[in-house]
């Protein structure tokens, strides 16, 4: 975690002084100015998170620093020092960006705390800015939404994978995007320009889904009034998805052998042997190597398939990708409901977080278009979600903790974060979204205990 640098300007060389030390204390790199002019150089000069600001200063006015503050650096936060019978003019700060304001004179802690709540905001808006960027990159790309390390895995086979001919098998259950991955495979690929054509073979009776992969001839059976062309011709030198492969009969799988295999095939009712030229990409959220056992699957045929196996992890196993993927979906929706919609509360985050997705992905983009239609406010709220989401509202993921009555409040905020990342698995950021209050906090506490915990 990087350390945080906090601007002091105040003309009060006592004040300033203080100030400086106690900053310092709580682990903060701390810059001394003594007027507008000085801070304003070394604002120009320092990568500063927070300033703390006296209004009423020889020089550059306090009320002007801030403005310029807020020019060369639109994120940063300013906490206005001011006295009581300057407070209109802290309120007029206030209306040009500052974040708070504190009276003299204040309490060391309380100021502390003000601080606090700055770097906190202004995290939050750093990543909330980044996940922006770095949704637009990948929206730009045609990329797939992701940027956990097990998406990047897959991305990364994908691209190994797409230049060859080979045949790939995306395996993965319900709803986790393999066809997004098939068509990433074809785009990929030196076939990019020819078809790309996919069929669900779960979603058809058998008969028709050999008509449709083989085609017919004229009379082949009844309601065949002319010859069409089946799915494999028209993925000649293209590409081929088979979504849910492990639901083919025994018989279709023989034909799809010989079509692998050979490259060859007849049309329904026809004896004119065709010859394709096709690279295969087949998915399924079976074990087919249990179809086998089961005598459901050829085993030749999954030695066919077999060559390339990509698995998709379930969104449950890559929690990092669900604040993307919710922003993603949120976009879309909005602007096709055409409301402006800004994000989530926290509280509904949390619930995308703690939720187990059994649907994956699709379940998600579901939650948030369900969520877009209830939505009255800017931002998404616990209300605004499918019950089966919103009936997940509990404290600390459905585990209560107890704490006794006249327990310090110190130890009170240790054992709840300390609870919360064993829940959250000792992910920090995780457990920072859960309890709605930035990373940086619990860095910095876990750090001053560690520091306690030596002396």
């Not at 709580?26 to 070394?42: K, P, T």
Request: hydrophobic residues 45%.
């Amino acid at each position: 975690m990087e350390q945080s640098v906090i601007l002091v300007v105040d003309d009060e060389a006592v004040l300033r002084e203080a100030l400086g030390k106690a900053l310092a204390k709580e682990g903060h790199e701390v810059l001394l100015a003594a007027d507008g002019g000085e801070g304003l150089d070394l604002l120009r000069s320092n990568p500063v998170n927070v300033i703390l600001l006296d209004l009423k200063m020889p020089g550059l006015a306090g009320l002007e620093l801030l403005k310029a503050a807020k020019l060369l650096v639109p994120d940063i936060e300013v906490i206005v020092i001011t006295g009581h019978g300057t407070i209109d003019e802290a309120v007029e700060a206030m209306k040009q960006g500052a974040y708070d304001f504190v009276t003299k004179p204040f309490k060391r802690l309380s100021l502390l705390k003000v601080v606090e709540k700055a770097l906190e905001k202004q995290e939050l808006s750093q990543k909330a800015r980044a996940l922006q960027r770095r949704l637009d990159e990948l929206e730009e790309k045609g990329q797939i939404v992701g940027v956990s390390a097990a998406m990047s895995r897959v991305l990364g086979l994908v691209e190994q994978v797409a230049g060859s001919e080979a045949t790939v098998m995306i395996q993965g259950e319900s709803g986790t995007g393999k066809e997004l991955i098939a068509n990433l495979v074809h785009r990929l690929s030196p076939r990019r320009d020819r078809p790309f054509i996919k069929v669900n073979c779960a979603a058809l009776p058998e008969t028709l889904l050999e008509s449709e992969l083989f085609g017919y001839e004229k009379g082949a059976f009844t309601g065949a009034l002319a010859r069409k062309a089946g799915r494999f011709e028209l993925a000649n030198r293209g590409t081929m998805f088979l979504d849910e492969i492990g639901d083919l009969s025994l018989t279709t799988q023989a034909k799809l052998l010989r079509v692998l295999q050979e490259g060859e095939f007849e049309r329904l009712g026809g004896t004119q042997t065709l010859k394709v030229d096709i690279r295969l990409v087949a998915a399924t959220n079976q074990d087919l190597r249990e179809r086998v056992r089961e005598k459901k699957f050829r085993e030749d045929l999954l030695y066919r398939l077999d060559v390339v196996t990509i698995t998709l992890p379930p969104l449950r196993e890559r929690p990092e990708d669900i604040p993307l993927l919710a922003e993603h979906f949120l976009r879309r929706y909005a602007q096709k409901s055409q409301k402006a919609i800004s994000g989530f509360s926290d509280q509904a985050l949390a619930l995308f977080l703690d939720y187990r997705w059994p649907g994956n992905v699709r379940e998600l983009e579901h939650a948030v278009e369900h969520a877009v239609i209830f939505a009255r406010q800017a931002k998404i709220a616990v209300e605004d979600l499918p019950p089966t989401i919103s009936a997940e509202r509990r404290p600390a993921l459905g585990r209560a903790l107890t704490i006794p009555v006249g327990t310090p409040l110190d130890e009170v905020e240790r054992r709840l974060i300390e609870q919360t990342l064993r829940l959250a698995k000792g992910d920090k950021e995780l457990a920072a979204k859960l309890l709605g209050i930035a990373s940086r906090t619990i860095y910095r506490k876990l750090k001053r205990e560690e520091i306690e915990t030596s002396q």
